[in-house]
């Protein structure tokens, strides 16, 4: 079983529209609707590969009513959606003239520290009844601690297993504070090749660069360090032993999600065994098969099985 975390999701609107100008009314059709979350896309692309899941998070207002009723109609995950008083967020993107996106994002709920560790106390009891072989925690919280994540990864460790592995695709000061601590490591982490470059204040314009950074001493002592590259693949480390993930070139629909659908099946592979070299393919294989679908976190699992052949993982 895989638990994921969601802390912030989102109920998405996407609107199209030829020309989007500023200060005057743009008149749109009914806007495509989905849920966001990170931890939920995850979730999906691990249950579509075969796993028993759990998404876990908070929903609250209207909107996280429909949220939750969503999530229960799709059928692929069991919740454990705490309830808040403030309303679910909405996000908004407008896609306009060609290809921009222009996009409206509310903070969503205040988490508060009793709420987060409420909710790690919930996995807790779930796990005292039920093993449970990977726990990630995706995507952002709107937390005024900025260590929430690191005390999070504390309580488990401390209270849960020090054990089970923990994903984090986490980012911005939630990440480097988790980076920072030497207290307690995640088992993985996967920043995109930007978000490598936002952690240690450089841009990284190429996998080359990239490989280097990842010896940076805020990543030691972490067991696995995915750095993806959208359409050029990953780079990877596991201890001593870099990797450079090759991917070939396919079609594409949908990017969003990707890296989301990546570490869902990162998680799937590691509760299958599978070796390192076919976690990665696997891994990269469920970014890759997202891409091709309009919804996120989708994946289908014959084309993640075809894509895995054709992916080449080479040690530096
Ligand atoms: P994120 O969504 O977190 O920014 P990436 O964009 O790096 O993550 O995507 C994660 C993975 O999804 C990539 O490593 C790759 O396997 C796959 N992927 C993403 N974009 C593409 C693309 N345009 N073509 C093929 N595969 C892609």
Redesign the pocket.
Known sequence: MIITVTMNPSLDHAYFIDHFSPGIVNRFQTPRKSIGGKGINAGRAASLSGAKVIISGFLGGDLGQIVGRDLKDENLFELMMLPVSEETRRAITVMHDGNVHTEIVESGPEVSDEQAFHLMNEIKEKLNKENASVITINGSVNSNNKHLYKDLLKYIRTEISNEIPVLM?ISGEQLLSLLESDEYKPTFI??????LGELIGKSIPSKEVAIHEMSHSLFNDIDYI?????????LFKAGDIYYN?E????D?IN?????????GGFAYALEEKYSIEDTLKY??????S??QHAEVGVINKHDVELFMNQ?QVKQY
């Open positions: 695709d996967k920043p995109n090749i930007h978000e995915m750095v993806s590259c959208g359409a050029e693949g990953a993930v991917i070939p070139t396919i594409i990017p969003t999600g990707s890296g989301d659908a990546t570490v891994a990269m294989a469920c970014g890759m997202n891409a992916i």
